[in-house]
Every structure is written in C-alpha cells, then in structure tokens.
C-alpha cells in the first residue's frame, strides 16, 4: 500500500477531507502518515483501533519518505516546502488545498466530474501536481457542467455570495462572535419583543459600528452586513476572486483562454457555510426548463434541479438546505427577458468545504490510487 502524508488535517478543510475519507473507508487503501508543525510526537487520530503519532511537517526527510502527500496547511505551507521537496529529490505526488499552485504550468486543478480526462492526460504526461480549484469556481461548473461540456455558453456574469466558512475558523468564528455581542446587550434584549422598533434598529447599528464589535478577521461587520470585495485588489477594478473565476475555469475545462467570457462580482454574505452565486449566462440557443434539467442532471449525479417556484426555491435553494451534503442545487432557471436572444439566469448553491475544498482532493488521492 502507498504511504500517504496528511498535512494540516485538523483544519477546517483538513477535518472535513478527513471526515469524508473515513466515511468513504480511504484509510483501508493507504498507509496514512499524520503530519504536524507544532505537536510533533503528540497522539494522533486513532482509525480501526490503530493509534497514530505525529509526525513532524517541517521535517523534508520525514515528508520524502511519501508516495502521496495531501495538504490543507494553507498556500505559505506549500510555498515553502513543496520545492523544498523537490530540490531534494522526491518524486512522489502533491495534492493541495490552497491556491498557490493553481496556474502553475506543470499543476492540474482537480474537478473529476467535470474535468477527469485533464487528469487523465495529466498523469499521462507525468504531472503530479494536483490542485483543488477556487470554491465559487468549482461550485458553479459542477452545477452547470452539462452546458459547459455541451460547448453551450457563450459568456456568463457569476455573482457569487459566499459564506463566511470560506474565509476560514477565524472568520467562522468571527461571524459568531459577532452574532454574541449584539445578542448579550441589554439594551438589544429589551427592546427585542417589546418597544420601539426603530430604537432597535437603532441600537443595533450603533452595535454594528461600534469599536468592541469583533471584526479583526473581516476588518468591518458580516453580521446584518455584506461585503463585496473578497481578495486583493488587481488595480483595475477586479479582485483576485473575481479573476479566478475566468482563468480557472477555463484551466478546469481544458480551454484556451477567450473560449468563453466570465467575470462578475464576488461578495461575502453573513452565512455559515455554503456558497451561492446568481448567474446571467449567454446560451447558443434557447432551452426550456425541461432541457435545461435534464442536461444538468445527466452530467453528474450531484446536481440537484430545483424547479422554478417559490415553495421549491425558498426551501431546497439554500445553503440551510444544502449545508454538510454533496449535492449542488441548482435552479431560478428563467430566461432573462422575453425578447432576448438565449440569456437566462440561474441560482446555484453548493458546500464550498465540501465540493469546493475537501471532496476533489479525496477523489483525486483514490484516481491516483488505481494508476499507481
């Protein structure tokens, strides 16, 4: 069986790829080493009643000894020591969560419903570097990989809204904390289910702008908020997430770069977990709902078509819904205006720790499993 390396496992990604490959049973086809930067030596996770010691992730010997190695440790990790690795001589494979490696020329971003035969040549080639893709990114052209594969969209305009989970704990917890504050004033409580409605509203906005509001990891409120900026400034009106969208997605896809237009705004919203996005999309004809579901769902069995109402969309297009599930909802489908030349919208929502972060990696470790 192949040794296989476990670095930043007890992360947010790192404990959701961990809990998926014990209910998967992943651990009964390698040999799983567990890697750590600050507790070397320390127990570890027990699995099948065998006990596991930490293993030190700065240590490139110890790293070398790998045939796979899998890190959620975050891109400043990866940075440092993946051709730090190299230099020394390994030649096993890397699977990473972080971005840092995405739009390397010798990586492959990793989508296997939507992109197994760039993996497959990949590895043909002799890369072996493998990559999670942008959260909002791989979301989308999972719900939608049926047009996409079809060769139907012409341009697309990706709103995403994305939940705090995706900035990371601290964020998560952030948001909480937040929620906390506001809840425990006094003033706040009295005025709940009784009084003024317009002194707690007002009450609350002074709350949200006050100093002691926690907001260290978002730097403004979340909570009752939105922010629409997330990542750094390109200088030219685009942040790094939006950018992603585009680049990405035609990497994921196997396409020169122009084959279609995608760009949008990218905007955190004070959810837990999941990312939604509301999409405008430029078809090469127009498609009845009935076309459109059926498309979608062909492609990959975790799509899951919302029909176009308010009972449906209200109670199963919601990240309350979709949260800790593999399935990606899909529905809004409309076309945009009656006179218009195959322009519709659509509502995506999918569980970025799930499909946008954890589940590709675990894929990719059991693709690489039946190769090796």
């Known amino acids: 069986m192949r040794k296989v390396g476990l670095v930043g496992w007890r992360g947010m990604v790192g404990s959701v790829l961990f809990q998926r490959m014990l209910e998967e049973n992943d651990f009964h086809a390698i040999l799983p080493h567990f890697y750590t930067t600050s507790e070397v030596g320390s127990p570890g996770p027990r699995i099948h009643g065998i006990p596991y010691f930490l293993k030190d992730a700065n240590d490139i010997q110890a790293l070398a000894e790998m045939d796979i190695i899998i890190t959620c ?198 959810v837990i977990r999941c990312h939604s996005a509301a999409i405008t999309m430029k078809l090469k004809y127009d498609m009845s709902e009935r076309e459109f579901l059926d498309l979608i769902e062909s492609a990959n069995p975790w799509v899951r078509y919302v029909s176009n109402n308010k009972e449906e969309s209200i109670r199963e297009l919601t990240p309350a819904r979709i949260s800790n599930s593999l399935k990606i909802a899909v529905g809004r489908y409309k076309k945009m205006f009656s006179n218009s030349e195959s322009i519709y919208s659509v509502f995506t929502v999918g569980d970025q720790l799930l499909w946008g972060a954890a589940e590709p990696l675990r894929r990719m470790l059991n693709i690489l499993l039946g190769r090796l």
């Open 73 to 270: 440790q975050g891109s400043d990790y990866s940075r440092v020591f993946y051709p730090l690795l190299r230099d020394f001589g390994w030649k096993g494979y890397w699977i990473d969560a972080a971005s840092v490696f995405r739009m390397k020329k010798d990586s492959c971003i990793i989508l296997d419903p939507v992109n197994r035969e760039q993996i497959d040549k990949a590895l043909d080639d002799g890369i072996q570097l493998f990559v999670g893709g942008n959260c909002s990114v791989t979301l989308s052209l999972l719900g939608l990989s049926g047009l996409f594969k079809a060769g139907l969209i012409e341009w697309m305009s990706l709103m995403t809204y994305q939940s705090a989970s995706g900035a990371g704990a601290r964020h998560v917890r952030e948001l909480i904390a937040q929620s906390s504050y506001m809840s425990q004033d006094s003033e706040v409580s009295n005025l709940l289910y009784r009084g003024s409605l317009i002194s707690l509203l007002k009450r609350v906005n002074e709350l949200m702008n006050h100093t002691e509001m926690p907001k260290k990891a978002f730097s403004v409120p979340l909570i009752g908020n939105v922010i629409p900026w997330i990542d750094n400034d390109l200088g030219d009106g685009n942040s790094r997430e939006e950018w992603k969208g585009e680049v990405e997605a035609h990497k994921i896809l196997g396409l020169r770069s122009g084959s279609f237009f995608l760009n949008g705004l990218c905007v955190r919203v004070g």
